[in-house]
Each structure stands twice: as structure tokens, then as C-alpha cells.
């Protein structure tokens, strides 16, 4: 069971930003300071704003801030939505997949279930609660 | 979230060999019916005898059969067994990846208890409720 280097991503970006409650990071920043894409970190953060959970301002003195309170964003909901393109099994496709077996299948009713346990376990947890401030960073 | 098709193709082999229970269906009968690559399927049926699920019997009257009886097997141990190699997120991974937020990260811990979760209503149902019977597959 995967998620995606895009959604790591963008959780990472949320749990830095709550650490920097001015806004004023940007994807640069983060992107240096954690040794990851900035290119692929752009892209991220573009689909976080797309998502309404963070606005980017421009020029001197921007960066990225949330456009929410962290403390009403859970991990459950970053999540889904970063993974919404993505079907745990073919059948959950949007097009429903080509598996020949969906029609009688006692399978993907049980793989319902365990996706929502999955996520509902993430809704327990705000990205407030897993603030991560830049100095934590390690050392390499 | 994604599983690998590899696991999905196991537990398809799996329902199909619970409605069957002679064990005289061989890999390449499931690949034809199921519309399958045989070469994909024959390195799934390979790791399903290493895993112990089932067991293979060469030559006339042979096929695949049940190393231990489909009501003791569930859907969370085949599903964990052939996700084994992959990673939910990068720190996951055996040798615990690059990530930078990894010694202050306060996700791991929230991502486990999510994995459990979904793992532990995999746990709730066996192989054999989710019998497939070959009658059941859909005319194209």
C-alpha cells in the first residue's frame, strides 16, 4: 500500500508551514531546506491551493500561508484529496477498471471499508498536530 | 492510496481457487478466463506458494490448491504479504529513507496507526467469503 511522493510532499509543506504561522516561506524555502524537487514542490503546492487549504502571495515579504486554520484541517482530508486521482484497486477507477470479476466480486465492498478505516483514522489528527519548525530539521 | 496490481491479482487467484476446490485449475486457465497476463500471473501464483497460501501439482489432473484451508486465511495477511516490499511513505521503506523531517516527524506515528487500521478490517474477512465461482465472469 502506497501513497504518493506528491502527497509526502504535501504534507510535508503543511506541517512546515504550521510551524510559520506568518506566512512568509516559500515553496524555495522549503523546497532547499527539506532537499526535495522545486520544481515538483510548485506543483504541490499549486494543487494545495486548488484544494483551499493554502494561498500564495507574491513579491516581497509573500509565501505561502494557510488559507484555513491548521487546527481545522486533518490529515484524513489532505490526504484524500491529494490521493484522489489514485484508486486503491482497478475497480475504484473512475472508469470502474477493466477487472472481469466486478460484477460478482465480495471483494471491493471489504476494500470500502478498509480505505474508510484508513482515512478515518487520519481524521483524528489536525495538521496543528504535527507542527514542524524549520530548526528540527537534521543535520546532513 | 494504491495497492500494486500484483496484489490485486493475487486475491483474484485466490477467490477464483475457493470456488473451485479440486484444485485442477492451473495459472494459465485463470490468466485466459480472467483476461490476464500468464507471465504476470504465473510470478503471482509463484509468490503465493513462498508465502504458503497455496501449492502447485505439475502434470495431467494437476493445477493449484490450497496450502491451508481458505477459511483460516484473510484478507489482511495475503494483502500484507504481497504488499510486503512497498512503502506507504518514504520512511516506511527498509532502510528508512531520505526524509529530511524523519528524527522531529510527528506523522510516522499517525500514519502506522491509519495502516493498522485499514489492515485490521482486511483481517475481519477470509478468502473463502470472498468466494468467485469461474460462472460468475462477465461476457465482453
Known amino acids: 500500500m502506497r501513497l504518493a511522493a506528491f502527497t ?20 524555495g524555502e522549503i ?12 506543483k504541490v503546492v ?5 484544494g483551499g487549504f493554502v494561498q500564495t ?8 500561508a494557510f488559507a484555513r486554520p491548521p487546527e481545522s484541517i486533518t490529515l484524513g482530508e489532505v490526504v484524500r484529496y491529494l490521493e484522489r486521482q ?3 484497486v482497478e475497480c475504484f477507477a473512475a472508469n470502474g477498471g477493466k477487472c472481469l470479476l466486478t460484477p460478482a466480486c465480495r471483494l471491493k465492498g471489504k476494500f470500502y471499508e ?5 482515512f478515518a483514522a487520519l481524521d ?17
Open 8 to 27: 509526502d510532499y504535501g504534507l510535508r509543506v503543511m506541517m512546515r508551514l504550521a510551524g510559520e504561522p506568518e506566512g512568509t516561506l516559500t515553496t
Open 31 to 42: 523546497a532547499r531546506e527539506f532537499q526535495i524537487s522545486y520544481h515538483h514542490l510548485t
Open 46 to 50: 499549486q494543487d494545495l491551493v486548488r
Open 57 to 64: 502571495r507574491q513579491g516581497a515579504g509573500g509565501g505561502i
Open 86 to 88: 489514485h484508486a486503491l
Open 114 to 118: 478498509a480505505q474508510n478505516a484508513f
Open 124 to 140: 483524528e489528527t489536525t495538521i496543528a498536530e504535527c507542527v514542524y519548525s524549520g530548526a528540527e530539521t537534521r543535520e546532513t
